[in-house]
């Protein structure tokens, strides 16, 4: 992510922990696991990642002179970012989380902290979890549009409808025609 669009000057601590968020729900969605594997809160102002996982994370990138924090001002706000101190291996994301990856980045990396907000308030895993909790990755097979990639709306009243068949079974000629007819 910092390689891609750390240099944009929107990208603060707040919408990187977004993207993460969008990444790894996206990724449970089609893959059925997320690429971080960190647990995500809801709180106010969006899901962050699990300060005991991501501190380890950070601070072990920070003792290998993988990464560095600054601070920087913004808008007349205090904004915390993270600079890339080497390149990342991009051989360990399959070519299927590169695209995740790279989709995400392309539709959101660009939004303001205060945009990418309001859009993930829109997002049932952020909605249906209450504040202070873990969001459920399991979530995110329900997620609708256009935070989805599939309609699980539609497709929930397709197998109800399956189903609904199955239990009917089979019937007549006679009885199709009369259908048709009405």
């Not at 997320?34 to 106010?44: E, N, S």
């Not at 002179?65 to 920087?72: A, P, R, S």
């Not at 459920?136 to 068949?165: K, M």
Request: net charge negative; hydrophobic share 35%.
């Amino acid at each position: 992510i910092l390689e891609r669009c750390g240099g944009k000057p929107n990208l603060g601590e707040t919408v990187f922990y977004k993207l993460l968020d969008f990444i790894d729900f996206e990724a449970t969605e089609l893959l059925g696991h997320p690429i971080t594997g960190m647990p995500y809160v809801r709180l106010q102002y969006g899901p962050v990642p699990r300060k005991k996982e991501y501190g380890q994370v950070l601070q072990q990138m920070i003792e290998h002179q993988e990464l560095k924090v600054i601070f920087h001002e913004y808008f007349g706000r205090r904004q915390k970012r993270y600079v890339n101190l080497r390149e990342a291996d991009s051989k360990i994301f399959s070519k299927v989380e590169e695209e995740i990856i790279n989709r995400n980045l392309m539709q959101l990396s660009d939004m303001k902290a205060a945009d990418i907000t309001h859009y993930v308030h829109g997002d049932i895993p952020w909605k249906s979890t209450p504040d202070g909790n873990v969001i459920s990755y399991n979530l995110a097979f329900q997620r609708e549009l256009p935070y989805s990639h599939f309609d699980y709306g539609v497709a929930r009243e397709e197998a109800t409808a399956i189903d609904i068949l199955k239990d009917l079974g089979e019937i007549s000629d006679e009885e199709a025609t009369y259908y048709k007819n009405l």
